[in-house]
């Protein structure tokens, strides 16, 4: 995120809109996530399997959309 900023206050300073960038101030400021890579879903068993565990799903309904949404939309990468 300071990283975007960063990047709009570089753009400002580049056009003369702006004097300094005031997110290096922030730069060990801010802990960094560790990211956490996720196993994919390859067998179409698994895939139904999933689909099923949505449509069951009994948190938020606007969860329950979303997730339904992000199956009908997803890409497949090849």
């Known amino acids: 995120m300071r990283y975007a900023a ?10 003369g809109l702006a004097d300094n960038d005031p997110t290096y101030g922030l730069k060990d400021a801010l ?10 879903i390859t067998d179409p068993a698994q895939v139904g399997a999933l689909l099923r565990a949505i449509d ?5 309904r606007t969860t329950r959309l979303a997730l339904q949404l992000l199956a009908l939309t997803y890409v497949l990468a090849s």
Do not use: E, M
């Open 6 to 15: 960063g990047a709009v206050f570089r753009y400002a300073i580049a056009l």
């Open 56 to 60: 069951g799903f009994a948190g938020q």
């Open 31 to 40: 802990i960094r996530t560790q990211v956490q890579h996720r196993a994919a």
